[in-house]
């Protein structure tokens, strides 16, 4: 991309500047995450403290594992169909953060879509949202970096604070969101140095990690304690293998959810080089979640048992065996499949 950072913040500014009426409309995408949501509001509230009306434009209510951002009601706007002609009538901008495409918008992609000025700041190296204004940055390990360069820029323009303790707050939950707790690779000395920046302003390092990472239900633990010691191995220990039954989540009052994580468990035992976790959904129907390491390719795998995914992480589901006989059945193929490999 031509344009740099600095180049972006200051047309954005001008821009932002310039609008004496209207709204900013901020858009997440659906199914918000720490990174696009702690974006979004940090966005909303810096524009406000610049005294212009800007409201994020989500598909829901924050979710249950969000909440502990305490994002202030009055800069939300639910969209939905009914409400899109009268949210875009009073839109001024629309400004996209963190959406990789347009349809992760849900219902708010036609009044974005619809939008007179677009906006948008990205991290997804394939970003395919269209924009007036835009800047992707796919190297920065999360979108809210490059909105805590764009907040910097505008206060060494303005002269003002922008990034108050909750706004920093809101960022260090997109940076803490997407980089894992600092521990993926795309983590990069200058991820450290904007959050070493963040946490002077007054973000809040501990508590963001324990209720994004590590918080959990004593229904969600028990059933993790079921599952794991169900879990058998094959294939000299390569293989793990699990399975969450309707009576498992009944009997340990497991909510929604609650199995998300435990494949990722048999993963990570030394000797495994794939993990499944076998789920017995509502209707019946089985589902296959399977992780894998380096030499065996889950995407691969997936798609011989009629699923897909990436290479690292895959899924495939089964709708007429019993549980027990399609836990046998991928235990033979993933065999198979290792030996072959
Ligand atoms: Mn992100």
Redesign the pocket.
Known sequence: MAETIRDFSRNVLLKIKSISEGQIQIFPHARV?G??LGTAVALALSLKKMGKDAKVMTEWAIPPRLQFMNVPEEILTIVNAENTPENLKIQAVAFAV?CSEGSRMGPAEELYEKAETKIVLD??ISSSVSGDLAYVDGTSA??AELLYLVLKAWEEDLGVTLMDQQVADCLMV?IQ??SGKFSYENTKPSTLRIAADLMERGANLTDNAYHLFDETSEGKVRLHGLALSNMKLYADGRIAITKITRKMMEETGAPEGAADGIVNILRDIDTVMASFVVRENDNGVLRANCRTKVGFDAAEFAQKMGGGGHHRASGFGENDMDIDSFMEKIVKEATAFLNQA
Do not use: L, R, T
């Open positions: 995450d990174d696009c963190d991290h997804h999360s979108c997109g969101s997407d």
